[in-house]
T-cell receptor, first 118, second 114 residues
């Protein structure tokens, strides 16, 4: 079964450094998402991306965050200057464009990247 | 925006008993309600979902019910097994011109005691 893959599984960085989290969505999917989950808390929406542009973003997704689809397979989340409170698990998800059928709404999640900001 | 409330936050049941997790949502335009199971340190996995035109859906030991009028939906697990132990998240979403944002509940930690 196709999977969303994320790299690295764990990223440790110093406060103020830039990090790039990488995701490879499922190949025929066209909608992409980033979520984060602070330890012990719920999963929170960050941003959705379609047709090479952001379609929606949350209040968490400030100007320190950016997303990019640099080629036909990768989808990245960049944090320009990390803060301690950015420490969390970051999940990428993707969804197909199916107009109908059971798979239309399902978002498939990657295994996550644990970001630790020291 | 959408707000999803989930109860209880923790739930302990004896193996073989049933478990029920309840959620409410605020946006009447939400039309898709997935449930995710997350084992420790792993990704959320979709276990069942329900659309707003359906009141109940069942898949083996798992069932979901939806009351659109009251904006309530629930997850029912029957004949619980130790491997059901995990954190369960309800969620609500709606299609907005093809875009979709999933709003998660706060999670229920289910412990099934052998």
């Amino acid at each position: 079964e196709p999977e969303v893959t994320q790299t690295p599984s764990h990223q440790v960085t110093q406060m103020g450094q830039e990090v790039i989290l990488r995701c490879v969505p499922i190949s025929n999917h066209l909608y992409f998402y980033w979520y984060r989950q602070i330890l012990g808390q719920k999963v929170e929406f960050l941003v959705s991306f379609y047709n090479n542009e952001i379609s929606e973003k949350s209040e968490i997704f400030d100007d320190q965050f950016s997303v990019e689809r640099p080629d036909g397979s990768n989808f990245t989340l960049k944090i320009r200057s990390t803060k301690l409170e950015d420490s969390a698990m970051y999940f990428c998800a993707s969804r197909t464009l199916g107009a109908s059928g059971r798979t239309k709404n399902i978002q498939y999640f990657g295994a996550g990247t644990r970001l630790s900001v020291l | 925006g959408e707000n999803v409330e989930q109860h209880p936050s923790t739930l302990s049941v004896q193996e073989g008993d049933s478990a029920v997790i309840k959620c409410t949502y605020s946006d009447s335009a939400s039309n898709y309600f997935p449930w995710y199971k997350q084992e420790l340190g792993k990704r959320p996995q979709l276990i069942i979902d329900i659309r707003s035109n359906v009141g109940e859906k069942k898949d083996q030991r798992i069932a979901v019910t939806l009351n659109k009028t009251a904006k309530h939906f629930s997850l029912h697990i029957t004949e619980t097994q130790p491997e059901d132990s995990a954190v369960y998240f309800c969620a609500a979403s709606k299609d907005s011109g093809g875009y979709q944002k999933v709003t998660f509940g706060t999670g229920t930690k289910l412990q099934v005691i052998p």
